[in-house]
């Protein structure tokens, strides 16, 4: 199970800090994934990262402002936003996959409940 929080509104140019707790993990190794939603819209790729190695991907709309990051030890991985901007409105998910990182929704298999993140201009 997975469990988003650290949303909220924010003014543009601000910065918050998402966080994905998992309770439990897939067995062997896995990747987690944050995807983000506006009404009307499907989920969008943000970032991953794969938990053993830490290796990374974003999308090219959020390199160079956010960071995605894991503590394995505590099965949380984050998400530093930085020099947010209106169009990062979105409710933000995560989600874990076994199989690889992908920037496509239908390869992960769970979800958290999402977080709002609202930035204003």
């Known amino acids: 199970q997975l469990q988003a929080s650290g949303g909220g509104l924010v003014q543009a140019g601000g910065f918050l800090r998402l966080s994905c707790a998992a309770s439990g993990r897939p067995s062997g190794d896995y990747a987690v994934g944050w995807f983000r939603q506006t009404p009307g819209n499907d989920r969008s790729f943000v970032a991953a990262i794969w938990m053993s190695t830490a290796f990374t991907y974003y999308a090219n709309s959020v390199k160079g402002r956010f960071t995605i990051s894991r503590d394995n030890a505590k099965n949380t991985v984050s998400l530093q936003m930085n020099s947010l901007k209106p169009e990062d409105t979105a409710v933000y998910y995560c989600?874990?996959?076994?199989?690889?990182?992908?920037?496509?929704?239908?390869?992960?298999?769970?979800w958290g409940q999402g977080t709002q993140v609202t930035v204003s201009s």
């Open positions: 989600a874990t996959t076994t199989v690889s990182i992908s920037m496509n929704p239908r390869q992960y298999n769970y």
